[in-house]
């Protein structure tokens, strides 16, 4: 699969940006979609995540409200939804994409359960 991020920008706080994650290679329904984020001097965090279907979505708990993950599999595309977003948001954000059917929703934060990633996309949140 590969993966191409895009919507990243620079934004003020309070405001709201849209990522997108076009996928093709391979069937994207068969993939769990997760962004992750990276942030100056960090690690990548897990950020969430959205099965299959797009039926189940996952959130770390500093994000739920804020940000929403959605994906359309007849275009192949995850989204990232992002509201109210504050200078902590500033990262490098990241879509992956891993095998559904080999890992389930079982660590969904692990990094390395992550098949294929996009190249990234910066997000400037200004105060």
């Known amino acids: 699969v590969q993966l191409q991020a895009s919507g990243g920008g620079l934004v003020q706080a309070g405001g709201s940006l849209q990522l997108s994650c076009a996928a093709s290679?391979?069937?994207?329904?068969?993939?769990?979609m997760g962004w992750f984020r990276q942030a100056p001097g960090k690690e990548r965090e897990f950020v969430a995540a959205?099965?299959?279907?797009?039926?189940?979505?996952y959130y770390e708990d500093s994000v739920k409200g804020q940000f929403t993950v959605s994906r359309d599999n007849a275009v192949n595309t995850v989204y990232l939804q992002m509201n109210s977003l504050k200078s902590e948001d500033t990262a490098v954000y990241y879509c992956a994409a891993r095998d559904w059917r080999r890992w389930g929703t079982r660590v969904l934060s692990d990094i390395a359960t992550y098949q294929y990633w996009g190249q990234g996309t910066q997000v400037t949140v200004s105060s």
């Open positions: 959205i099965d299959w279907s797009g039926g189940t979505t």
């Open positions: 290679g391979r069937t994207f329904s068969n993939y769990l």
